[in-house]
């Protein structure tokens, strides 16, 4: 439980050292006094969102410190799980600097905020910050029938069999997409693979047939030009290199006996007639074997106009298709068969899913019991608090299975006879919704497990009886949790086992606020001025004392 708040530096509270029971302590003050401030320091210590606006004006950084003891075993727990020791007090200590951004502290270990929030949400619950939206909230209804409950067990079971059906399904999910993404591709490479074999593309032949189509479409003027040569080197008719070759031997042999040093020349001429006239044959023979054969140029173009579909349908070589070709081979016969696993796999979901089913409906069943005790008592305690004719249910419809069941459950509520239940969601009257949420309260008070209770706006809406009410609905909740209050009522402050009083101060044109614990003499006057004003008559005071002797027997 807290058992003492230090405040210093934050808006006009400059220093304050503010000491709590175990049980119901209550904080009264005029209005702009800085109650509200409690609440936002209690909030920042809870690792709760600040803004440097908090901090009292000239100073350089606002310090709020919470000392907690007989801590719970969830809250060890978590301590143990942040590295920390697990001892049986707890400070917690936050620094909001004026120039922007905030520190925090864990039993004078520096710690980050979200492991000031996980602890704080386990040692303080504050009515104002999230219990509106508890109450409007449909989703919220169920939780807290199942918390009224007590017995989780088939919730756990539901939700373990739940989880274990996501799990499977998840698994299924995965090895379907598995297997339909494997056929798809074993139906590709099938194909590729029969579409390379009904062609009988070899490697290499795609440009054997380029170069040997390239050669036959040029074949006509290449045996042309063959044939000119050899027609240069050896006509029959007109001048050719042979005939030139013979006239010159002819005019060395005239003069042979004048000129015998050109025998040597001579015989060489008729060396290179010779020689020219092998090559003549042999360009002659070359031009007969490449004439245009035009049977093989038509089989040639034709085998290169399927390749270059085949090739253009998967887009790329023919070295290339003939490579993914003896690659799709091994990846046929490497892709996994999932089947087995598959049919085993829906046979399990379908298992579990008539399991989850099961637990869903008898989770629905224990729900709707508990529904019904739920707001027997939420109506016992709504009467309590002066709301006599209140009616209380639950409209509970079924719909998919989630983690939390099959169940909608949501709280309606007729306020006053003769009316029709309503969503609890449409109720306008402040008075009535602090009452409901002290109701919930009371009725869940035994297992929540969270020490303390602050309540900022309980009494918003109510007087007279009502609020005399709830604050014996609180005194009662202060002997099983410590509570803490901010109330304006002195019905609810003469019910408290501690009374802080916050007064606001003006000193050398300086606001600053003190929170001070009373004694008997100090509540009665306080609870006097909350009764008529100041100052209140001796009548008032005189009044406020036997209140206050008849609630505290003890007190002096």
Same mark, same amino acid.
């Given at each position: ?352 899913? =008539?399991? *989850? #089913?099961? $637990? !869903? ?6 729900? /709707? %019991?508990?529904?019904? +005790? ?85 009494? =918003?809406? *109510? #007087?007279? $009886? !009502? ?6 609905? /609180? %005194?009662?909740?202060? +002997? ?77």
């Amino acid at each position: 439980m807290l058992t003492e708040l230090y405040i210093e530096n934050l808006a006009v509270i400059e220093k304050a050292r503010i000491p709590f029971s175990g049980r119901f302590n209550v904080f009264t003050g005029e209005t702009g006094a800085g109650k509200s401030i409690l609440i936002h320091g209690i909030n920042a210590v809870l690792g709760q969102r600040v803004t440097k606006d908090v901090v009292r004006t000239g100073c350089s950084k606002a310090v709020v410190s919470a000392l907690f003891q007989n801590i719970s075993p969830n809250v060890k727990q978590v301590l143990e799980e942040l590295g920390m020791e697990a001892e049986d007090e707890l400070l917690l200590t936050r620094e909001i600097f004026a120039d922007g951004g905030s520190s925090a502290r864990i039993n004078h270990k520096t710690a980050t905020v979200s492991a000031m929030r996980r602890l704080g949400e386990l040692l303080i619950d504050i009515h104002g910050q999230h219990d509106t939206q508890i109450l409007m909230s449909s989703d919220q209804h169920m939780q807290m029938i199942d918390r009224f409950g007590g017995d989780d067990s088939l919730l756990l079971s539901y939700q373990e069999s739940f989880r274990t059906l996501q799990k499977k399904a998840k698994r299924l999910s995965v090895l379907v997409k598995q297997a339909q993404e494997q056929q798809q591709k074993a139906e590709y490479l099938k194909t590729l693979v029969a579409d390379v074999e009904r062609v009988g593309l070899k490697m290499g032949e795609e440009d054997a047939i380029a170069s040997a189509l390239e050669r036959l479409e040029q074949s006509e003027s290449i045996v042309s030009a063959i044939r000119s040569a050899a027609a240069a080197l050896d006509n029959e008719n007109g001048l050719n290199a042979v005939t030139l070759i013979r006239e010159a031997q002819d005019e060395l042999d005239r003069h042979m006996e004048l000129l015998p040093e050109a025998e040597n020349v001579c015989q060489r001429l008729k060396t290179a007639e010779l020689e020219i006239m092998d090559i003549s044959d042999t360009l002659r023979a070359l031009s007969e074997e490449m004439e245009l054969d035009e049977m093989k140029l038509a089989r040639l173009q034709s085998r290169s106009a399927a390749i270059r579909e085949l090739t253009r349908s998967y887009v790329c070589t023919g070295d290339e298709l003939v490579q993914r070709c003896a690659e799709a081979k091994d990846a046929l016969r490497s892709l996994q068969n999932h089947t087995e696993e598959i049919e085993q796999l829906r046979r399990e979901k379908s298992r579990l899913l =008539t399991e *989850v #089913s099961d $637990r !869903a409906k008898a989770l629905s069943s224990w729900r /709707l %019991e508990t529904a019904e +005790r739920f707001t027997a008592s939420v109506c016992e305690q709504l009467q309590f608090l002066d709301m006599p004719g209140v009616r209380l249910a639950v409209s509970h419809s079924v719909g998919k299975l989630t983690i939390q069941g099959m169940d909608r459950m949501e709280l309606m509520i007729s306020a006053n006879r003769g009316e029709s239940l309503k969503p609890l969601a449409r109720i306008a009257s402040g008075g009535e919704l602090s009452r409901i949420m002290l109701a919930l309260k009371c009725v869940i008070a035994d297992l929540d497990s969270i020490p303390t209770m602050i309540f900022d706006e309980i009494d =918003t809406g *109510v #007087s007279g $009886r !009502a609020a005399q009410k709830i604050g014996i609905k /609180l %005194e009662e909740l202060g +002997r099983v949790r410590q509570v803490l209050c901010v109330t304006h009522l002195s019905q609810i402050a003469l019910m408290a086992d501690h009374h802080l009083m916050i007064e606001k101060t003006v000193e050398n044109d300086r606001t600053s606020t003190k929170v001070m614990p009373l004694d008997f003499e100090g509540r009665a006057r306080e609870i006097a001025r909350i009764m008529c004003g100041e100052p209140p008559s001796d009548l008032i005071l005189a009044s406020a004392r036997d209140e206050l002797r008849k609630q505290h027997p003890d007190l002096k």
